[in-house]
């Protein structure tokens, strides 16, 4: 006894210490990968943000454009500043420009000259002109009484942008100036883009020089070389009016808003514009005012969009936006940002490798990557978003944006921890174990074969593949419920009597319940002796060994369940239901794999067994929903029963014949889906109490994450065709949403392609034709299950639809008929995209028109294409159904 407790003992230190050496070196390779992805990720963010040296800002500059409102002021509503206000701005400006420029001699703006004389500025002041004759009138008489009452008035301009944005005709502008030039003393012109005074010689006889726009970020100039830009034009300019001094009435560089072309609006690239301008504008002695002094908020919402808002060197609170002197960081707090996506990483790493000690160091080390990369690119997204100006439509889309990435991060992560567990996992944690056991020990089965309006002679080959069972203890119990037709089920019941007694056949009409209903009645004639029963559709050919090979199992008391995959006999006989034979495989040799390894599978109607005890124990089948087989299983595991999966084929049925019946079959399971997580939601979130592991709550929730987000995408996409009609209609007021708006399901279909060509390839073994036709299947199926999800949000119930055998075939037109709505979108899709690119690409408004090759639009074409692909699949899978002639089954063929 002493020697067998030490040895005892011996093998359990032995046994803790390989445990804890194991854990050990687990937790060194975690804090390794850490720490190496940690450093990538800091060398990423501080590689793209390596200072650079730039020439000083001079002690003063020669002038800026002026406007003087604040975060709560508006000119377009009317909320002017007061002269306090602008008083103010003036002082924080004294000693750091020469002069400024107004715009508007409107209300206090008309105050502005006075109130500059205290601070020793000079004022270029600025009559708005546009299609309001009377307010022109008005802006007109103001500037000729302010440019006469106040000595620092040193030039006028007479409209800004008039001829560009076709306020008025030419003749009314020339008319206007000239009569302000006759008025006043000081020189008068009109203000422009540099191309406007280049195409519009007939201004030269009615001004006195020249106030040219130089703005390199709407002409798509990429930073690096928009100060020679500048200079060439001003260069052109000169030599076009060389009687003419030339001014530059704007020059600036926005610090936020949409890329156009090779221009980055950033507050960097402002800063090296500017900077850099400022330098050779010294050498060239040029006149000019910077494009502007404050950030003006309010410009959001006029013609210019949101990047009207954020041309200020200094910002709406009045502090600078980069440094004058210092060398130019692209964001100059980036070392907490990365601190904080290391942090916020390590957080995510660790929740993904919660029960993870089966996981290698690959798979390790591709979750820290993605890890790393869904953080970094959140707190990039949120740095960038909260550096705006907020409006209540900019917070409404921030708030969505927020929803929207919060979705995608949790469905990425989800499929980047399957990918993960599936392809780099060391081994399996319950790995099926065969068992064998001697006949007078083998349990007791009763198979269950639920039928309605099937075939017969296809019920009659499913039987006698039963009755070819190798297995000694077996009875079979056929359930026909609410068929119609005696012709149908009689030749059935007289098969049944002919294989003798081990086979009962029961014919019930009517019967509630659907399948559940018949399979609870079947469990009410079931046996006394029997301990197992097992569930086949009614099209499967079971093979022999099946019950001899998996039954023994249930000598394992705490097995409840054992599950086979389903698999199809009739896969070849076309090219539609190899693409659908390809598509089923996923689930089962990749899905059911990693839901096995911590007990949660989705249990199946069909070569399925469960412990009779433990079905009746649970209540048995729930009438309740249409996916009474995931409900049960979910139940069993609500008990703290287990369940055994094993990926070989034991029996084969048919494939869908047509497409609208695999639609409805996959309708079917979504919208059961989604009964499931309604009705079982607060034993899910832990809400009642139960025996689900946390393991088995996450398959459970996180399985169906792809199908919740084919739901949202469903919304998605009539959002963006709402949005894209507002493009087409008004392209003034819609711009191309923002690229992170496209990349959010640009990210996740491209990682869910390249998961499931990967998967595909290693553990389906299929090859790239086989993966190919799988995807196409598959998001096929889309709409369906969109549509099936939002049904499930708002209906509870919804009737059972069986699974046709042995269908007719389709004609073309009823094909197209069964995918009608994926073809009207798929239409809508293709007019957006055309009306969208004509619209812009022809548009008379040049803005609108430079936008057509923004990386904005360029990526929103890119999902609108993208979205289409689903909608096309269907279309294909539909006419590719009508084509295919299916399975048929005849009276030579019966053995």
Known sequence: MHFTYCVIRTDLAHVVFCYNTRTLMLNRINLLIIIAVAVATIGIWAYVNQPTEQPPWPRIVQGFSFSPFRAHQDAIRHIMPSEEDIEADLALLKGKTYAIRTYSTDDTLAEIPRLANKYNINVTV?????????????????????????????????????????????????????????????????ADTWYVWYSHLELEPHVDYVAAHLLPYWEKQPVEHAVMFARDKVDLLRNLYPEKPVIIGEVGWP????????????????????????????????????????????????????????WGVYDVERQPKFSFTAPIVGIPHWGWLAFLSVILAIIVFAVLLVDSKHLGTHGRSFLAVIAYA?????????????????????????????????????????????????????????????????????????IHVPCYNEPSAMMIRTLNALAALDYPHYEVIVIDNNTQDSAVWQPVQDHCRKLGDR??????????GFKAGALNYALKK??????????????????????????????????????????YSDSDQSLFKAMCYSEYAGFFQ????????????????????????????????????????????????????????IPRSYGKGLIPDTFIDFKKQRFRWA???????????KQLLGKLPTRLTAGQRYHFIAGWLPWLADGLNLIFNVAALCWTLGMILSPGHFDPPLIIFSLLPLALFSFKTAKQFHLYQTHVNAGIWQTLSATIAGIAL????????????????????????????LSFTSALLVVYEEFILLVLFILAIAGVSIVHARSGDELVRSSYDSPDMVFWLVVLCIQTIPYLAAIVMSLLGAKAHGARLNATQIT
């Open 503 to 512: 086979f009962r056949f029961y014919h019930e009409n009517p019967l509630a």
């Open 671 to 681: 919208f059961g889906a989604m009964q499931i997580l309604r009705g079982h939601a």
């Open 255 to 310: 610090s936020d808003g949409r890329t156009r072309g090779a221009a980055v609006a950033s507050p960097a690239n402002q800063a090296k514009f500017l900077r850099q301008f400022l330098k050779v504008a010294a050498e060239e002695n040029y006149t000019y005012y910077i494009m502007e002094a404050f950030d003006q908020p309010w410009k959001a919402d006029s013609s210019e969009g949101a990047i009207g808002a954020y």
């Open 374 to 446: 869904v953080a970094t690119a959140v707190v990039w997204v949120v740095y960038d978003y909260s550096n705006q100006y907020l409006t209540l439509t900019s917070i409404v889309v921030g708030l969505l944006m927020v929803v929207g990435i919060i979705g995608v991060i949790v469905v990425l992560l989800a499929e980047a921890h399957e990918w993960a567990e599936l392809r780099w996992s060391k081994f399996r944690r319950r790995e099926f174990v065969p068992m064998q056991l001697p006949d007078a020990e083998l349990p007791y089965v009763s």
């Open 590 to 645: 990749i899905g059911m794999i990693t839901r096995n390894e911590r007990n949660a599978i989705i249990q199946h109607g069909t070569m399925t067994m469960i412990r009779r005890q433990v079905l009746e124990e649970v209540g048995g089948w729930a009438e309740w929903t249409i996916t009474e087989d995931a409900e049960l299983g979910l139940r069993v595991f609500e008990h703290g029963h287990e369940a055994v999966y």
């Open 126 to 190: 600025g009559a708005w002109i546009d299609a309001d004759l009377e307010r022109n009138e008005r802006e007109i008489a103001r500037l000729i009484e302010i440019t006469n009452a106040n000595s620092n008035v040193v030039r006028v301009i007479v409209g800004n942008e008039v001829i560009l944005h076709n306020y008025i005709p030419v003749e009314k502008l020339i008319e206007y100036i000239e009569r302000v030039r006759r008025a006043v003393k000081v020189p008068v012109s009109t």
């Open 782 to 809: 889309s709409h369906t299950i969109s549509r099936a999800i939002l049904a499930g949000f708002v209906k509870k119930e919804k009737a059972f639809f069986r699974t046709p055998k042995l269908a007719q075939r």
């Open 526 to 567: 079931t046996g006394a002796q029997a301990t197992v029963v097992a569930v086949i559709d009614s099209d499967y050919v079971v093979a022999p060994n099946w019950l001899r090979e998996l039954a023994p199992q249930f000598v394992q008391q705490r097995i409840a369940v054992v599950q086979a995959p389903q698999d």
